[in-house]
C-alpha cells in the first residue's frame, strides 16, 4: 500500500516556475513507477510525465517535453515535478500516481489528492 500526497502547487504568471513534491508513504514506494497527470475544468485527466522504479528512464507528454523536468528520490519517498516556462494552458489539478509505468491513468494504483495550479496570462 502507497499514500502520496502532493504539494508546491499556487498561482504564477507566464514563463515561471513552479516545483510539485510528491511525498510517498508506505514500503514499496521503490517498486513503483511515478506519474504525473493532470485535469483541467471541464476535461478528462491527462499524462504529464512518468519516470520508472529505478529514475533510469523517464518520458513526457509532447505538450510539456522541454519545459517539465520528472524526478524521483527513493531514498526519501519523494517524486518531484519541476516546471519551467509555465503557459495558461498548463492550468489544472496535478496528480502524482504510482503504478506500473504507462500512460494510462488506469495503470495507477495509487493516486495523490491533487495540487492546483494557475497560470496567468
Known amino acids: 500500500q502507497v499514500q502520496l500526497a502532493e504539494s508546491g502547487g499556487g498561482l504564477v504568471q507566464a514563463g515561471g516556475s513552479l516545483r510539485l513534491s510528491c511525498a510517498a508513504s508506505?514500503?514499496?514506494?521503490?517498486?513503483?513507477?511515478l506519474g504525473w497527470f493532470r485535469q483541467a475544468p471541464g476535461k478528462e485527466r491527462e499524462f504529464v510525465a512518468l519516470?520508472?522504479?529505478?529514475?533510469?528512464?523517464?518520458y513526457y507528454a509532447a505538450s510539456v517535453k522541454g519545459r517539465f523536468t520528472i524526478s524521483r528520490d527513493n531514498a526519501n519517498n519523494m517524486g518531484y515535478l519541476q516546471m519551467n516556462n509555465l503557459k495558461p494552458e498548463d492550468t489544472a489539478v496535478y496528480y502524482c500516481?504510482?503504478?506500473?509505468?504507462?500512460?494510462?491513468?488506469?495503470?495507477?494504483?495509487?493516486w495523490g489528492q491533487g495540487t492546483q495550479v494557475t497560470v496567468s496570462s
Open positions: 508506505g514500503r514499496f514506494f521503490s517498486n513503483y513507477a
Open positions: 519516470i520508472t522504479w529505478d529514475g533510469n528512464s523517464t
Open positions: 500516481a504510482a503504478g506500473v509505468g504507462d500512460t494510462g491513468p488506469h495503470e495507477y494504483d495509487y
